[in-house]
């Protein structure tokens, strides 16, 4: 069977981005054939190709869909930054002695206490927009956190406050990766 390679120049057509190659996908296409054809149409070959084509295909379909993928993920990112993160709050504080999971319960705790936070500033947001000032809950939860750490803690300002600069550094890396890492496996498996 021979291979129908298509390149469209038409203007009603979607870029799908595959790295280095961009073919242009006609939106007639998208809509008239499925994922496995428009393969052998456009003549993708690689396996990342194949599987950025079909998901593609999938999300502009069932956009609904594809968004709760990424919420139901993010939970699951959430709980794996607070097992590194807590990790990383033990390696702060070995000398102190405490197991692991203290570490750990206490950031599931301040996470409960964020999102609390978060969720009553949404339907307050809901009746009265905040507008910019979305950086000041940022700041709070951040402040919290610095709080937290003095009381659990008892260290002296100094160093509770240096070491609360150094995670909060590591909690921004450590998410970046994490919910890059979850998006991209709910692409892939979607």
């Known amino acids: 069977m021979e291979e129908i390679v298509r390149v469209t120049k038409s203007k009603d ?16 296409d998208i809509v008239e054939h499925n994922p496995d054809e428009l393969i052998l ?4 070959k690689d396996w990342l190709g194949k599987t950025l084509l079909r998901q593609g295909i999938r999300s502009i379909q069932n956009p609904n869909d594809l968004i709760s993928a990424y919420i139901g993920s993010f939970s699951w990112t959430i709980l794996a930054l607070i097992i590194v993160m807590a990790g990383a709050m033990h390696s702060f504080y070995w000398p102190q002695k405490r197991y692991y999971v203290e ?3 206490l950031l599931l705790h301040w996470h409960s206490g964020v999102f609390l936070m978060l969720t009553l500033i949404l339907v307050y947001n809901y009746f009265l927009p905040l507008g910019e000032w979305w950086g000041f809950v940022i700041l709070g939860a951040a402040v919290f956190l610095l709080l937290t750490m003095k009381r659990f803690y008892a260290q002296n ?13 590591f909690y921004a890396i450590g998410f970046s990766i994490l919910f890059a890492l979850g998006l991209l496996v709910v692409f892939t498996f979607f």
């Open 41 to 44: 149409m456009y003549g993708i």
């Open 103 to 105: 570490h750990f319960v």
């Open 13 to 28: 057509s979607l870029a799908m981005n595959f790295g280095s190659r961009v073919p242009k996908i006609a939106y007639k």
């Open 157 to 169: 300002w100094f160093w509770t406050t240096f070491k609360w600069f150094w995670f909060i550094i």
